[in-house]
């Protein structure tokens, strides 16, 4: 029997919000695993320490600074990957923000037009200047990042849940269209992960305590124990699997109904 495939030698990936946290960790998995990394944040100055990890580990990387809510950002850096490396094949939607904690209903339109613009109209941009030059190369890997919160409405989260389970919609509907061109689209839902986005939650000992006994692991994950689902849904060993939602959590999931 022949052994999966989970190299990635020859291939380019990008990575959104890469300068730190979940995005810093695939980037650098990915680099280890082979592949060329463009690291995007919204500034060259957050992306410089990521790169030169990377680089002092023997791997490829280049930063590129761009705001995914700028849709011109986003075009300019995809061509700027396709001048410099001739194309991309594996694409990780990660940058996002959580700019409302709170009820749905405290937040205005303002706020809602931030938080579906980067999380949910972000994602399909990056995904729109993307899609075609994986389509010349025959074939790539698009892995949206979303979120357990995607799947279940988290208390003062709500507005956040919102634009994470329409990520899980999107990652469906695109695998649906991009299936023909052998794109796969998959999304990784974390569960509550060290870094600085979910420090206000674990940053104290008592929150953090609060926060791990609903968890069955009792603790919250690291960075790293992402890697592995992120390489599989990059990797030739994932060739049948599109529009799937893996979720990552220590059994949030499964143990969210307390009877
Ligand atoms: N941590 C968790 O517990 C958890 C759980 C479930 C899902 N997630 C999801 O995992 C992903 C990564 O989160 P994280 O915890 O790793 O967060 P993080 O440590 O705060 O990192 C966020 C990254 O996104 C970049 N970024 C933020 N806004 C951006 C924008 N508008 N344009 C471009 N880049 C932007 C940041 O870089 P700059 O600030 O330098 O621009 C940074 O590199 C997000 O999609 C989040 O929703 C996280």
Not at 137 to 151: D, H, Q, T
Not at 176 to 202: C, D, M, Y
Not at 225 to 251: H, K, Q, R, W, Y
């Amino acid at each position: 029997m022949t052994q999966p495939d989970f190299s990635l030698a020859g291939k380019v990936a990008l990575i959104t919000g890469a300068s730190r946290g979940i995005g810093e960790a695939i980037a650098r998995c990915y680099a280890q695993a082979g592949a060329t990394v463009i690291l995007t944040a919204r500034s060259d100055e957050s992306l410089k320490d990521a790169v030169a990890t990377i680089i002092q580990e023997g791997g490829q990387a280049m930063g590129i600074a761009a705001h995914s809510g700028d849709p011109a950002a986003v075009k300019k850096a995809i061509q700027n990957v396709e001048s410099t490396f001739g194309g991309l094949d594996i694409l990780v939607n990660n940058a996002a923000t959580n700019p409302h904690y709170g009820p749905i209903l405290a937040a205005d339109d303002g706020v809602w037009d931030k938080i579906l613009d980067i999380n949910v109209k972000g994602y399909a941009r990056w995904i729109r200047e993307s899609a075609p030059l994986m389509d010349k190369r025959g074939g790539g890997k698009i892995i949206n990042v979303a979120s357990i919160l995607g799947l279940g409405a988290g208390p003062s989260m709500g507005l956040y849940s919102v634009s994470k389970a329409a990520v899980l919609m999107l990652t469906e509907a695109l695998a649906v269209e991009l299936a023909q061109q052998n794109i796969q689209v998959n999304a990784l839902a974390p569960g509550f992960i060290k870094t600085r986005f979910s420090s206000a939650l674990w940053q104290d000992p008592a929150g953090e305590t609060q926060l791990t006994q609903r968890i069955p692991q009792r603790r919250v994950g690291e960075t790293e124990e992402l890697t592995g689902l992120a390489l599989f849904l990059a990797s030739p060993a994932s060739s049948f699997t599109t529009g799937s939602t893996f979720v990552c959590d220590g059994g949030h999931t499964a143990g969210r109904f307390k009877l």
